[in-house]
């Protein structure tokens, strides 16, 4: 094809038709113009292309995430409002209300000692961020989302913080200096193996004695209500928003 050319420009110079030549230079120059720009844009479909695979990878991994968290929080908000319950039983003791079954009540308070920390599942955005890719994102509702979450996410760590502090304060120290814990740990895993671990210990009537007259405690127990209600009211918050990702990235990967 350029030997062609080539042969066009020869014969129009030797037979000194350069009007011509100078037209078909300038259309040779157009040809290749457009074969350029042609080629640019191949080139950016294909870069357009690779960026929304990417994207679409990313997407899938955000929802795999999405599930995993939707699925803890529900374990936690379970647990915690179990909790709450436990708290608002023990306060009525402490207030008055007559223990029937010492080994029950026992049982009540063990899980809300040992309560623990929710860690979000959110792998996926980290990699994002810390590659500096969450411009992959194309879709400003999806990303925006994505934030909002991780905001929530930072708001319920700092209410477990102001918990952790609370109990520590207000049950773990009262509590550590008041009873011999040996008796209440063992009899609560006695009873939640079924006879596998721990030791079946009889707790006495006036076990508790000194834990339903402390205010400290009761107190604990008080902050335990509330600030469960608010974790639970922020996780059910962050569920809510995690469904409500899910149906836009859904849409987005139909596209």
């Given amino acids: 094809m350029i030997k062609f050319f080539r042969k066009i420009r020869q014969r129009l110079l030797t037979e000194n038709k350069i009007s011509k030549y100078f037209l078909y230079a300038i259309g040779e120059i157009i040809l290749v113009v457009i074969g350029i720009l042609i080629a640019l844009q191949i080139n950016n479909q294909n870069d357009l292309r690779k960026t929304r695979i990417k994207e679409i990878h990313y997407l899938k991994n955000i929802k795999t995430d999405l599930k995993i968290n939707i699925l ?10 179990q909790s709450i319950e436990a708290a608002n039983t023990i306060i009525a003791h402490i207030e008055g209300e007559k223990i029937i079954d010492m080994e029950e009540f026992n049982a009540l308070a063990v899980p809300i000692y040992n309560w623990q920390k929710f860690h979000q599942n ?27 979450i991780e905001t929530l996410y930072k708001k319920l760590k700092s209410e477990e913080d102001h ?24 009899n609560f895993q006695y009873r939640l193996s079924n006879g596998k671990m721990g030791e079946n210990y009889k707790l006495p009537k ?15 127990f008080v902050m335990t209500i509330l600030e469960f209600s608010t974790m639970n009211a922020q996780m059910l918050e962050m569920k809510n928003m995690s469904q409500n990702l899910l149906k836009l990235i859904d849409e987005e990967i139909r596209k």
């Fill in 72 to 81: 803890e929080l529900d374990g936690y908000v379970k647990t915690r409002t």
């Fill in 122 to 148: 959110n792998n996926t955005f980290q990699e994002l961020v810390s590659s500096g890719n969450l411009a992959l994102i194309s879709n400003d509702s999806i990303k925006n989302m994505l934030l909002d």
């Fill in 163 to 186: 918990y952790r502090f609370d109990t520590e304060v207000l049950i773990y120290t009262p509590l550590y200096k008041m009873m011999d814990l040996n008796p209440m740990v063992n």
């Fill in 206 to 220: 006036d076990y508790y004695e000194d834990f339903l007259k402390s205010t400290e405690i009761k107190n604990g």
